[in-house]
């Protein structure tokens, strides 16, 4: 696909082909095969390739920037730029004060020290209209996460009576002749792992993330734990366990993968399991993981 110099910075861009509100990954060589929904916590670059730096256009080029250590602006230049900040923030400000309806408290906040922190931006953290996937026999739903991303059809996992969700293969033919995936899955937790009503959230999620560790990871591996606590998702008790592993296999493109698991007590015999992993291979999706968990619905 094409969409974005072949000089352009590693980072996330709008999707080449179009695709309205969604973003692909560009390594600096290459698109990524999967994209997501653009939103908070997602930096999208402008498709616009930086121009090359052997042919710029005379007419339009930049000066270049004074080298780190190279000398000082001379006095003049430091008055002139002193002078026109200074003209700008009379300006601003005077427009501000004299502007119809603007209070005392406006005047105030238009006054705030530099530096000082912006209130966060109102925004969902996936854009209005984005797919969902409706887990019916576990009773949540959550962000379907955009093309390259399938359907879950890899049978039962063994934490769960029934999965559902999404994946995408990150390697053919590891060597114990399987697949490696990342994966947005979920269903009711099965009924060996300690599920004894709410008092239980933490050490039934534990007891599920020891199961992962073993049955879906390279071993020997080690552990680390990002997070172990509680949540309220939509309303209802919750648990969220999040951690990385590292690994040294040989055969594996991967060497180490971050997942979470959110266990959420839905008001059903068995609770909900949200279980999302990215393997280091495609780190750039780490941030899918927050994003998902924040936008989780109990049904």
């Not at 930096?43 to 080029?61: K, L, N």
């Not at 969902?132 to 955009?146: K, M, Q, V």
Request: net charge negative; aromatic share 10%; proline share 10%.
């Amino acid at each position: 696909m094409t969409g974005v110099g072949q000089n352009a910075a590693p980072g996330w861009y709008p999707d080449p082909s179009g695709a309205a509100g969604m973003v692909r990954w560009w390594d600096g060589t290459g698109w990524s095969d999967v994209m997501m929904p653009a939103g908070p916590g997602v930096a999208v670059h402008s498709a616009q390739a930086r121009p090359p730096a052997s042919s710029p256009d005379p007419a339009t080029a930049e000066l270049p920037a004074t080298p780190r250590g190279s000398g000082r602006p001379s006095a003049f230049g430091r008055w002139v730029a002193a002078g026109s900040v200074l003209v700008l923030v009379v300006a601003v400000l005077s427009v501000l004060w004299l502007r119809p309806g603007t209070t005392a408290a406006d005047r105030s906040t238009a006054t705030q020290q530099p530096g000082a922190p912006l209130p966060p931006p109102a925004a969902p953290s996936f854009p209005p209209g984005t797919v969902r996937i409706i887990d019916e026999a576990a009773g949540i739903s959550y962000p379907y996460l955009g093309e390259g991303w399938q359907e879950f059809d890899l049978g039962l996992q063994l934490e769960t009576t029934s999965t559902a969700g999404q994946y995408f293969t990150t390697q053919e033919d590891t060597p114990d002749g399987g697949i490696f995936i990342s994966q947005c899955t979920s269903g009711p937790v099965a009924e060996w792992y300690g599920w004894a009503g709410p008092s239980t959230l933490r050490s039934t999620t534990q007891a599920l993330a020891d199961s992962v560790r073993v049955n879906y990871y390279p071993g020997p591996n080690e552990r680390e734990v990002l997070r172990d606590e509680p949540r309220t998702v939509d309303g209802h008790a919750a648990h969220l366990y999040e951690f990385a592993l590292t690994w040294d296999v040989e055969g594996y493109d991967a060497s180490g993968e971050r997942a979470a698991l959110l266990l959420i007590d839905v008001g059903r015999p068995a609770p909900a399991l949200l279980y999302v992993s990215i393997p280091n291979t495609h780190a750039e999706l780490y941030g899918v993981i927050d994003r998902v968990i924040e936008s989780v619905d109990v049904l």
